[in-house]
Structure formats: C-alpha cells, structure tokens
C-alpha cells in the first residue's frame, strides 16, 4: 500500500495561474513518474498538462486527447517525453489501459493521465495525484462579495498529492509559494 511522501495545496485564481502551476511542477517530475489528474469537466487538468508540457520542453501543442486516448510529445530539451492519456472514455479499468502500453512507456516518460483515478494506479506504487476542485464558496449565487462572477469561477483548490517513497522528499511544498 502506498503511502503519503508529501502534499501540497494551491489555490489558483485563473487558467493562466493553472499553467504556470503546470511549470513549476515539472522540474520535480523525472523519467518513470505517474500522474494523475482528477477533476470535473473544465476543471483545468488539461491546462495544468499544457503547462507541465512547457516545463519539460517537449515538443508539440498539448491539447485534451479525448478522442485519440493517449498523445506522445517528445522532449527537445533532452528530458523525457510526455504521454498524455484521457482515460474519460475508457470504463475498463487497467485492462483497457494495458492496450495502451503505458507499462512500457513508463519507465522513460513522464506519464500524466486525466480521469485515471481508479484505472491506473496499478502502474506505479508511487505516483502523484492532483486534485482540482473548485474554490468553496465559488458555487455560491454572486460568490463572495466584490468578486466578479466570472472569477468565482476560474478560482480552483489545488491539492497535489505524493504517494510512495518516492515524493517524500521531491519539494512539493514549495509549490504552495508563488
């Protein structure tokens, strides 16, 4: 069973913050790492990727691979690629996503999936999971006082999670820092 290593949580105010969330994380990130995203539709889990993309300088616009499943975008920065999977659409479990081959991919990418919780971690005993939920409050008719709605909206909790030995001492912390 995997443990906790480290966590951290972010509040992010907008899509551009979400990004740069993406490059911070990815100077933690190394060949052989497993993350997943969860959150609602719209949440920002592709926007966190495009980010995560930029850090490791891989090539290639990372947009959501709803329809094609999984995207390889190679480093240019001599850096592992990036493999970013939608598991939206796959209800099989880890026997659909064996035919993806993300087994053997793992070892020298960095493999992040959206909608992977409850498929995938049987990949990799230490992973991390990030959580995107909307801000409490930002349901709320009006939402705070003073705060316009349509930024009610972008604001999102971020809770980054290490699982393994792996992240007990990869820096996740800091990421709460801006």
Do not use: N
């Amino acid at each position: 069973m995997s443990t906790t290593g480290a966590m951290a949580h972010i509040t992010v105010k907008s899509p551009e913050q979400m990004q740069e969330l993406g490059r911070r994380l990815a100077p933690l990130l190394r060949p052989g790492d497993l993350v997943l995203l969860t959150g609602e539709l719209g949440a920002g889990k592709t926007t966190l990727t495009r980010g995560l993309g930029e850090g490791l300088g891989v090539r290639g616009a990372v947009t959501s691979p709803t329809f094609v499943i999984a995207r390889v975008h190679p480093s240019l920065a001599g850096g592992p690629p990036l493999v970013h999977v939608d598991a939206y659409r796959l209800g099989g479990g880890l026997d659909e996503m064996e035919d993806l081959d993300l087994d053997v991919s793992l070892p020298e990418s960095v493999v992040v999936v959206e909608w992977g919780e409850g498929k995938v971690e049987e990949l990799a005993e230490d992973r991390l999971h990030v959580v995107i939920g909307r801000a409490v409050g930002a349901d709320a008719p009006g939402g705070p006082e003073g705060v316009l709605e349509a930024e009610v909206d972008d604001v999102r909790e971020v809770t980054v999670t290490g699982l393994g030995a792996r992240w007990a001492d990869a820096g996740l912390p800091a990421l709460e820092t801006c």
